[in-house]
C-alpha cells in the first residue's frame, strides 16, 4: 500500500516561499508517476505539477509555471515542490498523489494514492 505524507506548509507572505515535502512510502518515486494538486475553498482540485513514471520530465500547470519547482530524492522516497513568489491565488490544501496516468498527467483521476495534505496561505 502507497503512503504519501506531505508537510511544509503554513502562512507566508505574498512574494515568500515554502517548500513542500511529501515522503513516499517503498518503492513509490521508482513504480508511480508523481505530482501535486491543489484545492483551494470552494474550487476543484487543480493540476500543479508533476514527473512522469521514468522521473525523466517535468509538467507544470501555467499558472505556476516559472515559480515552481518540482523535484524529488529517489534515495529517500521523497518529492518536493519549491514555491518561490507566492501570491494570494495560491493559497490552497496541497496533495501529494502517485498513480500511472494514461491519457493525461493533468487529471485528479489519472492518479491512484493521495496524501492527506498541506495547507498553504499567503497573505496579501
Not at 517503498?26 to 508523481?34: D, I, V
Not at 502517485?98 to 493525461?104: E, F, K, L, S
Amino acid at each position: 500500500q502507497v503512503q504519501l505524507v506531505e508537510s511544509g506548509g503554513g502562512l507566508v507572505q505574498a512574494g515568500g516561499s515554502l517548500r513542500l515535502s511529501c515522503a513516499a512510502s517503498g518503492r513509490t518515486l521508482s513504480t508511480y508517476a508523481m505530482a501535486w494538486f491543489r484545492q483551494a475553498v470552494g474550487e476543484e482540485r487543480e493540476f500543479v505539477a508533476a514527473f512522469s513514471v521514468s522521473g525523466d520530465m517535468t509538467f507544470y500547470s501555467d499558472s505556476v509555471k516559472g515559480r515552481f519547482t518540482i523535484s524529488k530524492d529517489n534515495t529517500n522516497d521523497t518529492v518536493y515542490l519549491q514555491m518561490n513568489s507566492l501570491k494570494p491565488e495560491d493559497t490552497a490544501m496541497y496533495y501529494c498523489v502517485a498513480g500511472r496516468p494514461r491519457a493525461t498527467m493533468y487529471a485528479p483521476y489519472a492518479y491512484t494514492y493521495w496524501g492527506q495534505g498541506t495547507q498553504v496561505t499567503v497573505s496579501s
